[in-house]
């Protein structure tokens, strides 16, 4: 892989995410509100830029295609966990979330194993997938600012309580089915490769011996 296809703007703006992602999700539960808010957006506002700078500036690279995601899942998994260590997300959704993640994560080696040509191509996240990722970061970003909405705006207290119920419902359907859909993929990727295996031809010199063997 060429040096210039990997120290790129893209792929700078998505390694400072997946650097600061843990020691970002880590804090977030323990500082204001409002500077939880600042981190998330500037943090989603980062990973809208270094996707349109890759388009842009025409510098997609696959090493880009692993970190951006990967960003992504650090940043989630690590603010599921400290939400979920101090009460504020239910343990069973966390569960739910992580676990989804790391059956991705194990999944993708599998594959890489049973076939190293794909494994050196772009990853290409579903739709699904995407969509997931926002909702995660959506009802994440929700929690962290609930204590700020609700004291700032008291009359909106039930409605925002009512909101993130429907918002973990919402999430925990859109993380059971993308992480379903991926293993659907997964198998017929596993399929196809089975389909595609060149069926074991005996040489002209095997035949020949069986022929002449009582």
Known sequence: MPFSNIFTIPNVLSTARLVSAPFLAHRLPHCSPQKAMCAISVFGVTDWLDG?????????????????PL??????????????????????????????????AGGSIVM????PE???????????????????????????GERW????????????????????FIVTATTLSSGLHYVWSA??????QQTAQPPVQCSQEGMEKREGMP
């Open 71 to 104: 960003a992504d899942k650090v940043f989630v998994g690590s603010l599921t966990f400290a939400l979920a260590a101090r009460k504020m997300l239910p343990t069973p959704l966390a569960c739910i979330i992580i676990g989804r993640d790391a059956l991705l």
């Open 52 to 68: 349109y700078l890759a388009r842009k500036l025409h510098q997609k690279s696959i090493l880009g295609s692993y970190l951006d």
């Open 112 to 115: 890489g194993i049973s076939n």
């Open 149 to 168: 909405m609700t004291k700032a705006f008291p009359t909106t207290t039930p409605f925002v309580k009512r909101g993130l119920i429907v918002g973990k």
């Open 118 to 144: 794909k494994g050196r191509k772009s990853v290409k996240p579903s739709q699904l997938s995407k969509w997931n990722t926002a909702c995660q970061i959506g009802l994440l970003a929700s929690i962290v």
């Open 187 to 192: 198998w017929q990727e596993l399929n196809k």
